[in-house]
Nanobody, 127 residues
Framework: QVQLVESGGGLVQPGDSLRLSCAAS????????MAWFRQAPGKEREFVAG????????YSTDSVKARFTISRDKAKNTVYLEMNSLNPEDTAVYYC????????????????????WGQGTRVTVSS
């Protein structure tokens, strides 16, 4: 049974940092590209950042490119999202997702490409 369990969300002030974690189990971690999506209140879920199977390639959406960093630790079967300089527009539920079909350095940005999802962790940025 595949499980993706996110953690690390919370309430922070503008300018603060957070690190989200996603622990994967029940799958061969190195066979999956991984990504973070988010869904803000009243909006559709959107791609935030992705990392290839090997970790050699990453891609982040323009709105977070200079502030967020995605990484993965194959020894811990965990993917991370380091978020800096948070602002209220980053308020959302953040979801981890796993994609088996993304070969080599490919990183899909459409949620329909992802096979497994976590339950989400809420990030609220407010003063």
């Amino acid at each position: 049974q595949v499980q993706l369990v996110e953690s690390g969300g919370g309430l922070v002030q503008p300018g603060d940092s957070l690190r989200l974690s996603c622990a994967a189990s029940g799958l061969t971690f190195g066979s999956y590209a991984m990504a973070w999506f988010r869904q803000a209140p009243g909006k559709e879920r959107e791609f935030v950042a992705g990392i290839s199977r090997s970790g050699g390639s990453t891609y982040s959406t323009d709105s977070v490119k200079a502030r967020f960093t995605i990484s993965r630790d194959k020894a811990k079967n965990t993917v991370y999202l380091e978020m800096n300089s948070l602002n209220p527009e980053d308020t959302a539920v953040y979801y981890c997702a796993a994609d088996k079909r993304a070969w080599a350095s490919v990183i899909h940005r459409s949620e329909s490409e992802y096979d497994y999802w976590g339950q989400g962790t809420r990030v609220t940025v407010s003063s």
